[in-house]
């Protein structure tokens, strides 16, 4: 049996599914290509056998068609991050085992270097094209799809193991709940190595037989271009995009103004999530565009958990009731359930929950009570909507809708060879949700500047795990017990 995604894509074959600045695709086109792709993965063998490819391909039809054609040679997709350092890419390809890479060209020496390095098979893009296409494999959906890397409140960021059946169940959850038809046509200006870009917006509109316009990278000015079109029916970002939008609506003259305006009025809705959506931003957003935002709750383990509703009164600072398939409950300290009105964790059972963290038995156990899955984030309910009061770890920062870990990022910055203490906190910021700062205890008598903190962090981390703004002190704030404060720490940055 063919995955049913692919089966789906057949229905749809000569209707447009992916659009670039380098023109528009069928799905006939991607059903060919991501085909041409699987030949080239396979080689002689019939089957990769959930063997991991890494793969690093800027935005556009060739990520699609590869992501595609790993799974049709039936490999585990691993998508790498386009701004991520080679200490993290590296990380990525070891920590998943990965026996293949592959690489656009423009990333072709930090790619090729590391799969010399790693001894892995390398491909570029541009030599994998075949002529002659094999059987490929049939796939059963209980197998591995993908893997996600997301950052815990221990160690270094975590793989999040997701099963074609996952992924079905996340992405026919969404499509009846904010009812997707082919008649969609969405714009993408999302990372694609997250849930939100690769299932919400990417997979959905594929799952429909929609049209998706993919940006190579956000640019405010140009996704106000795209919206102006009026061609578009679905927009989703996190909140930080939409602070960035609000701010080039506002310096753009009346006349432009009013047809950013008729842009968003002639699409049918548009979504926030991946992060708290200040009420501030809600507000500005609906009397620019006369959309009231639709957020959403989720997260890479179980994908999306709760959603205000497409239809009928939606509540500002609220995210809304389960949507179909998912089942959610809150629970107390102790695993029991709490009382309607008491605050709870948020806990999620469902078709749509992940299979494991890659080689983690210990922290996959560790994540489930009961079979439910433990978020780790705190709500209560109201009038039956859940509203979102916060994590419960101070060690996990959202900054522009990425989930960082504050411990990973001090014990880099724990080997720069001046900084002997730190502690790294996110400071509320009505821009990027929370800003990553840190507080630093220097060692010896050089004077470390922001710039030159930041230009070797960035060398190690992802730019947006790099703090913006850092304090030195004489000692970092602590308790009896000799624990760093954070609540204290952060009011340091206030
Ligand atoms: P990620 O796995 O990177 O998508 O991050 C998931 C986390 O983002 C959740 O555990 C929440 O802490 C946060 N999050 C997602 N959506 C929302 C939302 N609508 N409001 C507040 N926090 C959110």
Redesign the pocket.
Known sequence: MNLPLIIRAEEHNEKRAITTTDGSFTYRDLLHTSSQIATSLLQNTEDLQEQRVAFLIPPGFEYVATQWGIWRAGGIAVPLCVSHPRPELEYVITNSGASIIIAHPNFEDILRSLAEAHNLRFILTSEMLPHNISNLPEIDITRGALILY?SGTTGKPKGVVTTHQNIQAQVTSLITAWEWTSNDCILHILPLH???GIINVLTCTLWAGAECHILSKFDAETVWNRICDGDLSLFMAVPTIYVKLITAWETASKERQKRMSEGCAKMRLMI??????PVQVLEKWQSISGHFLL???????IGMALSNPLHGERLCGY?GKPLPQVEVRLVDENGELVPTGTPGEIQVKGPGVFLEYWQNPEATAKAFQDGWFR???TAVVENGNYR?LG?MSVD?I?TG???VSALEIEEVLRSHPDIQECAVVGVADLEWGERVCAALVLQGSQPLTLQAFRSWAKEQLAVYKVPTQILIVEELPRNAMGKVTKPTVVELFC
């Not at 926030?272 to 959506?277: I, P």
């Not at 957020?295 to 383990?301: F, I, K, L």
């Open positions: 997301t997250h849930i939100h926030s999530g991946s992060a708290a959506l957020e959403r709750y989720g997260m890479t383990e995210v978020t780790g984030d979102i994590r996990i959202k809708g990425y989930k």
